[in-house]
C-alpha cells in the first residue's frame, strides 16, 4: 500500500499528471488491458508543457568549456591545478551571438565536469575558477553564458557531473548533500534555468570510491527551484537517444515503456569512456526499436520520453588545437541534421570554446554555412499555395492548415479514422528531393506508417514509405517532377493529426564516376549530377571550381595523375558541394595466368587494384570473374617495394554459381621468375554454411620486399555436390587486391 502510494507520488513528481489519462504524459497499463487498449492508451500520451518546449527549440548548443580545455585532455582526473584555468579573451557574447546566427535555441554550458573544476565560483569548493587567476579569482563563466543568453533570447542549462573526482567527500552520503549543494547554487543564483543535463558516468572518486548517486533528491531539488527546467538524459523529462554519432533511429518513439527509464541501465550504458564521435553500441537504449507496437504491448506503464542526439562538431567533446582542421564540415552536419531533428530528435550539439575562451573561426564558419544551407533548402517549401484535400476531416481541422508552420492549426481525420490521405495539387510542376511532416504531438505521436506518392504517368507512384514521423520526420530522395503529391498514412495509433506539410528541393547532388583510384594508359571519368538541368564546372589543377572553371559536358579523359574537382549548379543557382576525386597513373602493371572471363573483366584494366572495392552487385564492372579455373595474378611493381600485407577481397554468392575461394596463396619475386611463398591459407567454409552474397577479405602477413607479388585464389572449380549447379563449372570473383 505505502509502496503504490510512493510510486504515484514519484509519478505525479516527474511527470505531473492527473488522474484522466486522456492528456497524461504518464499513462498506467493495467493487467486486463487488451492490445487495442494498450494502442489507443499509447496514442494518447502526450509530452508535458516543458518537454513540448524543449522540444520546439530542435537545435541546441553544448559547451564543454573547463580545465581540460588548458590541459588538452578530454577527461581530467581532479588533481589540476585550477591556476590553469586562464581564457586569454573570455566573451561569452561572442559565443552567443555566433550560435544566434546560427539558428540555435539554448546553450547548455559544463558548469563542472568529472574533474570537479567549477565554472562559478562555488561556496563549497575551491576547486573552481574562483582559485585561477583569470579575472583575478573573480570571475563567473557561468554567470557570463547566463546573461548573454538573457541578451541574445537563448536559453540557457547547465552540465553538472554528478562523477567528480576531485571531491574528497565523493563516494559517501554526504557527498550527494555536497552536490545537492552545489544544484541549489545554479538554481538559485543564475534566474531562470531551462535545462538540467546530467550523463551517466559513474567512476572512482579520489578517494577509490563509487558514489551512490540519489537521483531522487537531485530531481526534487530541480522540480522545486527550477519547475519548468527539462532533466535530461540521466533524468525524466529527455533520454539520451542512444549514440553520441549524431545519428537517431529512423524508427523513433516519443511513447516508450516506463520499464525502459531505468537510470542504474542508463548510466552503466552511457558515455562510459570520452568519445571520438564513432557510434557506441550499448544496452538498451540503443536499440533499434523502443515504442513498436510490439514494444509496448507487455508495458507496465507507458511515458512520453522524447529522444535527444548529442554529438560534437569536432571528434572531442572538449578543445584541442589538433582538431581545428577536423571540425565537420557543413555537408557533415546537414546529414546530421536530417537524421537528428529529421527523425523525431532533438539535435545538441557541442561546439567547445578554445583557450582564448572565444568559439574558433573554424566553428563558426562550418555553423554559419550550415544555416545557409538550411536556408535554401527549407526556406523554400514548394508545397506553399498548393491546394490540398484530405479524404476526411474533423470539424474546424481542414487539410489546408498543413500548409500553415506551427502546431496551432492542424488537419485532423474524421474521429476513428486511422487510415487517411492528403493530397496537394502544385498548380504546376516542381522538382523536389525532401519533404518535412510534423505530427501534432500537443495531441501525441500517431502514425505508424506513411507513404508518399506522386501523380505521374495517370497514376500513383509510391516513392518512399516510412514508419514514424511525431514531432518532425524529414524524408531524403532521388529528385522527382509533379504537379500532385500525396501523403498516405497507412497506420495509426488513433486518428491521425498532422500540422506540417512541406516539399523541398535540395542542392544539386554531384558524384564523380569512379569517385578516385588508379589507371594505367588512361581513364575517363564522369561527373554526375541528379538532375539534367544542372550545370558543371570542373578543374584539373587542384583550384577551387566555380562557374569560370571548365564547363562539363563529356566523361574527362585523363592520361596523367590528376585531381578533378567539381561541382554543379542548379537553375536557382543553389551549388553542390564540391566532389573532388584523386585519379594516380600506375606504375604498376597486373598480368594473369588465365583472363578473367569475358564476361567479368572489369571496367578498367587495373580494376583489381584501382583502389576501390567491389561493390555489394558483382555485376558492376569492379569485379573480375574467372569461371572453372583458379585466379592467378602477378603484379609488376617496376621497383622493389617492402609491404607487410596482402589482401584479396572475394565475394560468395551461390545462388548464381559464385563461390568463395578454397584458399589464396601469396609469393614474391625479384625478377618475376623465381617464386617464394609469402603466405598461404585455407578457407574452411563449406559453401552451403557460407552467408549468400558476401564479400569476404583474405589476408596474409610477412615482412616483405620484392618487385613482384602473385596472388593465387584457388578455385573449387566445379559446383559442389547438392548445389543446383552440381558438376558445372564454378566461378571465382575478386576485387581488390591491396598490397600494404
Ligand atoms: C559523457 C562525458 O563523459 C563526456 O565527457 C561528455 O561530457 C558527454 C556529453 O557526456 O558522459
Redesign the pocket.
Known sequence: MKKSFLFILLISLLWGCGSRYESDSYIQINPEDTPEEIILKAAHVVPSARQLEWQDLEFTA?C?FGINTFTNR??GDGTEDPALFNPTEFDARQWVSAFKDAGLKMVLI?AK??DGFCLWPSAYTDHSVKSSPWMDGKGDVVKAVKEACDEFGLKFGV?L?PWDRNQQVYGSDEYNTYFVNQLTELLSNYGVIDEVWF???CGEGPNGKRQVYDWMRYYETIRELQPDATIAVMGPDVRWVGT?SGYGRVMEWSVVPYNSMNTDETAEN??????DGVFIPMGDMMVKDLGSRNKIRKAKALVWYPSEV?VSIRPG?FYHTSQDDQVKTPEKLFDIWFSSIGRNSLLLL?IPPDTRGLIHENDVKALKDLASLRETVFGNNLAEGASVKATSKAIGKSSANVLIPGREKFWMAKKGEDEADLEFDLGEEKAFDCITISENIELGQRVEQFSIDVWKDDRWREITRSTTIGNKRILRFSPRTAQKVRLRILQARYTPAISFFALHKRPPQLELLPAGGAFMEEMAVELKSDMDDHDIYYTLDGSEPDKSSLKYSAPVTISESAQIRAIAYDSRGASSFIRTGTYTKATFSITYKYPPSPKYQGNSQIVLMDGQNGSSDFSSGDWLGWEGVDMVTTIDFGEVKEFKRVTANFVNAVGSWIFLPRGMKVEYSTDGKRFKKMGELTNPVLWDEAPETDRQAFSVYRSTKAKFIRVTGVSIKTCPDKHAGEGGKAWLFCDEITVE
Open positions: 553544448f564543454h578530454e577527461w559544463t565536469h568529472h552540465y557531473s550523463d551517466g558516468a553520441e552511457s558515455q562510459q569512456a570520452p568519445t548529442d567533446w557541442n
